[in-house]
């Protein structure tokens, strides 16, 4: 789902944007998109007490597909004219590129260890906090409260940076 929604829209943003707002409009989704996630626990638990297992995650599923259409839907090409558009190309292109590769490489470190927490933190809380919660909703209100502590930090760091640091390129 990560990679069908999260990435494409971060993708779309810059390109719809005045570039002097540019950063605020990336960090205020990502901050968004924080909250969304934190609503999908919750979501995603409700859902768990009235379905099994295999209907929930059947459910969950096609919520990607969905964004999928809203983005088919939304949206034609951003490229401009004269740019090719092939994917192989491209991707070349950035790993020929060393500060475009250097960036990558590190994003996707941060996108794994950030996915990853995110992923994982409803069955962890689950497992240690199972025994001491009286309802099953419990550990993902826990992980989506947790999650939600993150969203200002999005929209902080990010004016901090415009601040103080942040190198325009």
Do not use: K
């Amino acid at each position: 789902g990560i990679s069908g929604t999260f990435m494409p829209a971060l993708a779309l943003l810059p390109d719809l944007r005045d570039p002097a707002r540019r950063s605020r409009a990336v960090s205020a989704y990502t901050a968004t998109f924080g909250i969304g996630v934190s609503v999908s626990f919750v979501l995603t638990a409700v859902l768990r007490t009235m379905l099994d297992v295999q209907a929930t995650l059947l459910c969950v599923a096609l919520v990607p597909l969905l964004g999928l259409l809203i983005v088919c839907m939304g949206f034609g090409p951003t490229r401009p004219s004269g740019h090719d558009s092939s994917l192989w190309s491209g991707l070349v292109r950035a790993l020929r590129h060393a500060p475009a590769r250097r960036f990558a490489l590190v994003y996707a470190g941060h996108c794994a260890e950030l996915f990853a927490l995110r992923s994982w933190s409803v069955v962890l809380l689950a497992d240690r906090l199972g025994s001491y919660a009286h309802s099953p909703l419990f550990a993902p209100f826990v992980a989506a409260s947790t999650n939600l502590i993150g969203s200002p930090f999005s929209l902080l760091g990010n004016e901090a940076a415009l601040r103080t640091v942040r190198v325009r390129w």
